[in-house]
């Protein structure tokens, strides 16, 4: 394009060919030039772009290395947490087992210490021997039940 327009300017203005050959020459030189450097720009950009790469396998290389150091300890971590889950829950089944008192049983029990404490002195406040003796009373009469 810039070719057609240096003719056409070199015809119209009557000008000699011995200059638009050498506008011609340093076209081509221009062009040669900006090929060359856009060759070596590419090779540049190949070299970085490899070197990128590079160093981004690297990086994969060693978070996947630091991943399965860190899995073997989560799994042993995961594991003794399993263990200690099944160990709780067969406590739990345990606990489960045992018969508790009954909200009924625990204010009759509430009802007689406070019946002994009543009769035995009239104040709000038992004696340690009171409730030791309401308890004997009641653990005597409790297994003579089960006997």
Known sequence: MIQKLA????DSSGGSLVV???F???IDEVESFVKTKMIMMQ???DAVDKKIE???GGLRRELSDKIEENAGEVNHRFEKL?????MLEKKLGELEAVEF???EDLEKIFGDLMNVKGADNGDMKASLDDIIMTTRDMLLKES???V
């Open 43 to 45: 090779v540049h950009v």
């Open 24 to 26: 011609l020459r340093r």
């Open 7 to 10: 003719l056409k300017s070199a």
């Open 54 to 56: 590079s160093e981004v």
């Open 101 to 103: 008192f009954s909200k």
């Open 144 to 146: 003579q039940r089960l």
């Open 82 to 86: 399993d263990s200690k889950s099944e």
């Open 20 to 22: 638009v050959l050498d």
